[in-house]
Every structure is written in C-alpha cells, then in structure tokens.
C-alpha cells in the first residue's frame, strides 16, 4: 500500500527558516519522481519543487535559490529546506510522488500519490 506523509510544517516570522520532510513508502524500489506542491484556499495547487533518481531537481520561479530539495533513494524520502521565507509562502504543502520514469516535471498531472499536507505559516 502506497503512503505519503509529510512532516515539519509550523509558524516562523519572514525572513525564517523551516524544513519540511517527505517519506513515500509502498515501492520497493526507489520512487523515480517526488515532488513538493503547495496550496492556499481558493487557489491551484502549484508545483515548488521536484526531484528524481539522478538527483536533478526542479524549482518553480518563485522559491529558486531560497527553497532545496534533497532526495534519498534510500530511505525514499524528500526534504525541503526552506529559507528567506516570505508571507506568501503560507500555505499548505504537499508531497507527491509517481511510480512512472521520466523527467519529474512540475505539473500536478505528473503524480498520482499525494500525502495530507503539512501547513506553513508565515508571519510578517
């Protein structure tokens, strides 16, 4: 049985640092694509970051040189350091992840398993 679980969400003042974690279990072999999405209400989900099994990852604009992603092949996991954070990066953020190769694009269609999200608050 697949399962995405996220973890490390929280409240910090702009400017602050959080990081989230991922774990996808259910594969036996590491997932070849997992990827962090975010949400606020009345919005599209949107794509930040993802990562494959060649360590090439994907940034959305927005987060590039503020937010990394880091995949274990391993443990089947994907962090992501958060720093520089802004108040409009509250939401709630999801990790996916999809059993197909690829390239890992950052596109919601691209995942078929989604964890519960895990919510970030940031304060101004």
């Known amino acids: 049985q697949v399962r995405v679980v996220e973890s490390g969400g929280g409240s910090v003042e702009a400017g602050g640092s959080l990081e989230l974690s991922c774990v996808a279990s259910g594969n036996t072999n590491p997932w070849p694509c997992l990827a962090w999405f975010r949400q606020t209400p009345g919005k599209e989900r949107e794509a930040v970051a993802s990562?494959?099994?060649?360590?090439?990852?994907k940034y959305a604009d927005f987060v590039r040189g503020r937010f990394t992603a880091t995949k274990d092949n391993r443990k089947n996991t994907l962090d992501l350091e958060m720093h520089n954070l802004k108040p409009e990066d509250t939401a709630m953020y999801y990790c996916?992840?999809?059993?197909?190769?690829?390239?890992?694009?950052?596109?919601?269609?691209?995942?078929?398993?989604w964890g519960q999200g895990t919510l970030v608050t940031v304060s101004s």
């Open positions: 996916a992840a999809d059993f197909n190769w690829g390239e890992c694009l950052l596109t919601r269609s691209r995942y078929n398993y």
């Open positions: 990562a494959g099994r060649g360590g090439i990852t």
